[in-house]
């Protein structure tokens, strides 16, 4: 993550980690084989990203959403290692100032974007899986309510009602 980090940050392209990495942050420690990020830039820019990428010798697969595809596009990327790392753009309901919440943890000397638990745990209520709402569920329980529970709120309503109705069922479950 910290070599494609180095990328981004020489392309001037805002990002947050997000999954397993911003999990561990917030409180969430589990194992994962890959990194994720979301990615603060246009559709159109990411093919020239993904050149950018190989020029500095990541294997790289673009993938593009289809119309009912919450991601509108991945651009997953691997090491010379087999380490990877997925970058996600245009995730349906995601506000643009999730990127200005984010928060920064240094790592291995590196300081990190990792988005905020608020975003951190309307996402993964809006993933729906058993493990995504357990991750949210484990998130709420370590803030020990310091969650901003109203930005929390508008945050699941932008995921739409079904991930809204979702995260009240949670917070009832955690009270």
């Given amino acids: 993550m910290l070599d494609a980090v180095a990328v981004l ?3 001037g392209v805002g990002y947050a980690l997000v999954g397993a990495m911003a999990g561990s942050v917030h409180g969430v420690v589990r ?24 020029a500095a010798g990541f294997q790289t697969v673009l993938r593009r959403g289809d119309v009912d595809d919450p991601i509108s596009s991945l651009l997953e990327l ?10 996600l753009v245009g995730l349906r309901g995601l506000e643009d100032a999730a990127f200005t919440r984010a928060i920064e943890v240094v790592f291995e000397g ?8 608020e975003d951190f745990i309307a996402m ?32 699941a309503d932008r995921f739409g009602r079904a991930t809204a109705a979702s995260l009240e069922a949670l917070l009832a479950s955690t009270e």
């Fill in 31 to 54: 194992a994962s084989l890959d990194a994720d990020a979301l990615l603060s830039m246009p559709l159109s820019a990411l093919t020239g990203l993904e050149r950018t990428f190989q």
């Fill in 110 to 117: 590196e300081a990190l974007r990792v988005v905020s638990r």
């Fill in 78 to 87: 691997r090491d010379q290692f087999g380490n990877r790392v997925d970058l």
């Fill in 124 to 155: 993964k209520v809006f993933a729906g899986g058993p493990q995504d709402i357990a991750d949210a569920a484990n998130a709420l329980e370590v803030a020990a309510g310091s969650v901003d529970l109203l930005l929390l709120r508008r945050l």
């Fill in 9 to 11: 940050r020489g392309q």
